[in-house]
């Protein structure tokens, strides 16, 4: 059987490969050769070596500040969202009443689409910041810690269904073996839980760390990078530099060259960092 299904291996995989080469490997493959040419359509591009690279590191500091300013929110991001997720899993991996309904509520918030998700947080936050007669748009604090409770909000609820995943898998044996010899709650939660839930772990920080630095919509939608431009993040920044005016399509291809060196870089480290800890049962 498995020999017969070999030969038309080719047949059903065929579709697939020409859609993966079609809207995404011919459409990077042209990106990259963009970012070394001037253009305003593929058709008329000119190829000028990398004065695009050197302008959108030179020409303002608006990359450097998004890429900063980006880097800033992923890292509190990551610990947020991954701390929470984690200790409300703990909770609802406890058997009490209505877990169930706890688990689809705090899940809920995760199907919402970030423009709708971004525009409600900002009636929210500027409701609260009128006490105090400001918006959210008035201090760059403002905008990145709204950033940071409108990314806990949407994306806790999604991890912590992974790392319920990973605490039922945990053998009962090893916990009941554990009580047995008279381990304390936190010991089993050190020595057992946290080292047997590192692939959770694992998935969590690399879809928190490249969730964090492909922010768009949210940030669009909640302050558009004001003021100024002190909240825009990378996506936004190269958004902003490609359609911002004519003749800067290039060096908005450049950055979005840099942009996924920079992500791909970070999320390699991460999972290598990460699956180094991690442990069989």
């Known amino acids: 059987m498995h020999k017969h299904l070999s030969r038309y291996f080719g047949v059903f995989a065929l579709p697939t490969l020409l859609a993966f080469g079609v809207a995404f490997l011919i459409p990077f493959v042209l990106g990259i050769y963009l970012s070394f040419t001037e253009f305003t ?45 984690f200790l409300l899993a703990l909770v609802l991996t406890k058997g009490i ?13 995760n199907l919402i689409g970030g423009i709708v998700l971004g525009y409600i ?35 806790i609820g999604y991890m912590m269904v992974i790392y319920i995943a990973g605490i039922n898998n945990i053998p009962p044996q090893l916990i009941e073996a554990a009580k047995i010899d008279g381990a304390k709650p936190s010991q089993i939660l050190w020595r057992i839980t946290l080292p047997l ?13 490249t969730n964090s630095f492909k922010l ?11 003021p ?3 909240t825009s993040m990378l996506a936004l920044d190269i958004y902003n530099t490609f359609y911002g005016r004519v003749g800067s399509e290039g060096v908005g291809q450049a950055k979005g060259v840099v942009f996924f060196l920079i992500v791909a870089a970070l999320a ?14």
């Open 41 to 85: 359509t593929v058709t008329d591009a000119t190829f000028i070596g990398f004065s695009n690279y050197i302008s959108a590191f030179t020409e303002d500091n608006n990359f450097l500040n998004a890429l900063w300013f980006t880097v800033k929110f992923a890292v509190v991001a990551i610990i947020t969202v991954n701390l929470f997720a």
């Open 97 to 109: 009443r209505g877990t169930n309904f706890f688990r689809a509520v705090f899940f809920m918030p």
């Open 121 to 155: 947080w900002q009636v929210i936050i500027n409701g609260l910041l009128l006490f105090v007669g400001a918006d959210i748009t008035v201090n760059a604090s403002y905008g990145f810690w709204g950033l940071i409770v409108l990314t806990n909000w949407q994306m």
């Open 197 to 209: 839930t590192m692939p959770s772990f694992t998935i969590c920080t690399f879809l928190t760390l």
């Open 216 to 226: 768009f919509d949210q940030n669009l939608a909640l302050t558009a990078g004001a």
């Open 228 to 230: 100024g431009r002190e």
């Open 268 to 281: 390699l480290l991460q999972l290598r960092l990460t699956r180094s800890r991690e442990v069989e049962a």
